[in-house]
């Protein structure tokens, strides 16, 4: 019998237990798929359980472990994938009524990586519908229902990977995959406290996911340490003859220690005073994760984000993009089907945006990007918050609930930049809150190592939900 | 309704609106409006209630509010393109 307490160890933990062949991943498989039965439909967590698929995967990884073809540290890890990733014969339901029933014949390339490096897959998780791309107000725009936070079902888990952060968090799963456009990986980690990472705009192949927003979309690993979205990142990341846009810069993610003597940090605080909405407790832990760090042996320089307009360039593009993307759903009346209730309105509401207007945008993006070079030309790492308060309940107006800017996402989305969210306390409720690591583009190795720095010397990420405790 | 010439009278009115009326429902023209409409209304299509037409109100002008940041941002003569076109190669023995 298989306890908890198996159920909430890292990736690299398990992995070890796989290896050394203390654990079987048949057993551990039927773990999660009784915890995924007993747990799953409180939180609104998965779209599909793909028990039958998980079953005969975990098989398969036992045998080939058995016969000593261990492939590497996911291999015989259960998984969930948020449910824009096509995967062959199962549906994909993009979290939307009108593509409920939707089925691809090929699996997305991060399904697939998985599936070589050894991975099962437990099931589809939960998302808001076409991932908030049309806009979004309520925790129910999602076709799964609202995202339920395992710390409290009556709070938002965050969006748009909510059932990735809340599976991961509650222990239904190894790990996750997650998808941003706009905070959609960092938001779930930080009320769910999880870890995730947003890699650089094109370290991972979208192909075969959902397009929300092309030029902004990113597919990243949603788990319960840093270490393991290193891991995980190892095995979904390089190119891919089947989206253009993904990199071909070298994957090196191998663990190395961070030589803190060379890090320049960049210090960003927001001002929690005079921001509307945001908590002193989001702030106080916030100040609690920056002295750990600098007892670490970081050295913060307080710095301010470049001058830009950045907030209203992201979301033009964005708006823009995904109003091409989900055209057909304009026109055959799909969009009335969503339970957003101002979605069906994006078009007449964004009428007066023109082409000027977007090519302008574009244009702006390319300077801003040049002066974010600039800055990380500077720095090396900005430590910044990341949500300014913890999740707010699943009943009310999320733009009433989060009524502050997200001018760090801003910037990081726009220009492709990732970042990792690091949970680094609890807020009012006994709810989790977390910060972040942006760098410069494809500085994932350097992110993962002070997260996972920072995870040594605290215990946050290690922390449990009460919800399903036994 | 608008104003009736003095000179003419209700029942010219009503006949004249009666012709006018038979004509463009069996006109060309509107059986080609008529295609349009078709295809602009989408099935399922719930008119806004008052609440839902002051959020549209909302999201509108906070999208002209974005309009006037990124129209009067000025970008220098000389400022970057953000390219994203490129030529794509044939590739050798592709049949058209």
Known sequence: MIGEDVLYLSVAELGDRIRSRKLSPVELTEAYLDRIHRHAATLNAF???????????????EAEIGKGHYKGPLHGIPYGAKDLLATAGIRTTWGAAPTKDQVFDKDATVVRKLREAGAVLLGKLSCVEFAGCLGYRFADASLQGPGRNPWDPERWTGGSSSGSGAATASGLVGFSIGTETWGSILCPSAFCGVTGLRPTYGRVSRAGGMVGAYTFDKIGPIARAAEDCRLVLQAIAGPDPDDPSASDEPVRLDRARVDLSRLRAALVPLDFAKTKGAEAEVKSAFDGAVAELKAAGLKLTEAKLPEFPASEVAGLIINAEALSTFEKFFDDGGVWQLKDPYAPYQREITRALNGA????????????????????????????????????????????????????????????????????GFGKGHMPTGFQIMGAPFSESTLLGLGELYQSRTRFHKERPPLFAS | MPQLSRRMKRRRFVTLVAMSSAALLTSPLSRAAAAVTRATAPAGRRAASPAIRKEIANQEKSLADQLKTIRGYTLPPGSPMAFVFKPLRARRGAKP
């Open chain 1, 47 to 61: 779209a599909t359980v793909t028990a039958d698929l998980a079953r005969e995967q975990a098989r398969t990884a």
């Open chain 1, 357 to 424: 207007d977007l090519v302008k945008a574009w244009r702006m993006r390319t300077v801003l990007q040049q002066k974010a070079a600039e800055f990380f030309g500077e720095y090396d790492v900005i430590v910044t918050p990341n949500f300014m308060s913890v999740a707010p309940s699943i009943h009310g107006d999320l733009n009433k609930a989060l009524p502050y800017a997200d001018p760090v996402g801003a910037i990081g989305n726009a220009c492709g930049l990732p970042s990792i969210a690091l949970p680094c």
